[in-house]
Structure formats: C-alpha cells, structure tokens
C-alpha cells in the first residue's frame, strides 16, 4: 500500500501541477521543435517565453499532440469512472477525425489501425521506439496511483495503441514511476533511482554523459528530460534547458513539465506562463486532474479515511 503525507486536497494541487507542467511544456517547446540549438540562440537566444510560432505557426499558449492526447485519455477515464481502453481509442479516434494540428506517423498509424480494423493491441514493430506513448503517460500515472502493478498494465495497454516496442514500454513505465514519486513528494535520490533501475534493464537509456540529442526516439526524449531535471533547482529552470535542446522540444518539454510539475508542486509557477497557457486547455487540465487523482487506489483509500 502507497504511503503519503498529503491529504486528498493536496494530492489533488500537486496533480494539478503536473498536469499544467505538461501543456506548459509543450506550448513553450512547440516554438523550438526541429531547431537545434544553434538555431534556437540565434533567434532566441534563450528562448523563455511561450510566444507560439515554430513550425506550427502556433497562437501563444496552444498545445499540441502531446497535451491533446492526454487530454483524451483524461477524459475517457472520467466518462467511464475507471479504465476503458476502447474508450481511450475512441477518443483518439475522434481526436484524429477533428485533424489535429499536430500527429505523429506512428500515433496515426495505430488510430487509423484502431478505427479501420478495430485493433487494440497493435503487432511488435522495430519502428515503434518514438516517444508518442510516454508522452501521454499523465492521466495514467494520476489514475494508477497507488497501484504500482495497476501503473504497468495500464502504461502498456494505451501505449500498445500506438506504439508497441520494448523501449517505448520500458520509458512508459519510468515516466509514470516517476510522476507518482514526485506527487509523493519524493527526494531527488528516490526519484534518480527510478532512472538507475531504467537503464540496468535498458542501458541505452544511460544518460550520465548526455550528448545533447533531443529526437522523438524514446531514448533521446528520455535522456534529454533525465538531464535537465536532475541538473537544475527548479521548474522553470528544468524545462527552459529542455526546450532550449530543440529537437522534438513540444515532447521533452512535456514529458519534464509533468515531472517537474509535479515535484516542484510547492513552488508557484511562472506567471507569465500560466498566463499565456490556453485557458481552455488549463480549466479542463484542473479538473480533469482531480477525478483522476480521486479515481485512483490511493485517492479513494484517503476518500474513504
């Protein structure tokens, strides 16, 4: 059974920092996806501000795939009071059906696979180590919470979706361990020893010698926000030097604004962030992020006490 030193309500603001981490992430990485560092200093210098633009051609503060999915996610767990796959993949399936600004090939391939032929579980495939499934791992590691075998099964389920590969699997599962610790508030040595156990099982994901890639290979991504939360003091720091990266910066930028937000839940975030953050976007993320946290185990065993 999960330990916590927070009440209900404070499970719930902390959830609610992760998931406001994540969309944050992505709007401010949205601009320096697909440049490298270079490019970023030259147009930039630093960039620290969610301006939109990018390859996208964003308004300030609209989110991309990585939020959106999530979202979707979200919700089919809200409307089901508990986990439903189909309901997750119908509610890509609409997602995709709206044409989204924003879709990765692989997320794609296995919603058209889903809507086409009605497949769950898509087959093993080598091209499936992009980061299109930990991306995504928010809503999952806010509903397991409190169930670390509940965490696994359900990572899998919604990654096999759309990507199905050792890896992705392997980085699903760490990013949700690691969301859960920092909503339990813990240390930085609980939270680097869930990256320890990562790369004894899958050394490629060893990132104590960091070499600045930042692509959407689960690898990269992983190793990119690994890097940057364990080598800053704070949100806004963490996911300034992620996106400051480039590569697939909507993704790093999301995936580390999940961590951090979740374990930085005690220090305000930056204003002039919240401020430029979609306000739909934000309304549905908080509430969305406490009926998960009350749908999860250790949310209702604190309901129930």
Known sequence: MTETPFSLEELIRRAQAAFLGLAIGDALGATTEFLTPSEIQFRHKVHRRIIGGGWLNLKPGKVTDDTEMSLCIARAIDESDGWNLRGIAEHFAGWLRSKPIDVGATCRRGISD??????????????????????????????????????????????????????????????????????????????????????????????SHYRGEASAYVVDTLKTVFHYFFSTASFEECLIGVVNQGGDADTTGAIAGMIAGASYADEPMPKQWLKKLDPTVKAESMILAERLIRLSPLGKRLIQN
């Open 114 to 207: 889903f809507i086409i032929k009605g497949q769950l579980e898509k087959p093993f495939s080598d091209w499936d180590g992009g980061n299109g499934a930990a991306m995504r791992m928010l809503p999952v590691a806010l509903y397991t919470l409190g169930d670390e075998a509940l965490l696994e099964k359900c990572s899998l389920e919604q990654a096999h979706l759309t990507h199905n590969h050792h890896l992705s699997d392997a980085g699903c599962i760490a990013v949700g361990k690691l969301v859960q610790q920092a909503l339990l508030g813990a240390d930085r040595p609980r939270l680097h020893s869930i990256v320890r156990d990562l790369v004894s099982e899958h050394p490629k994901f060893r990132c």
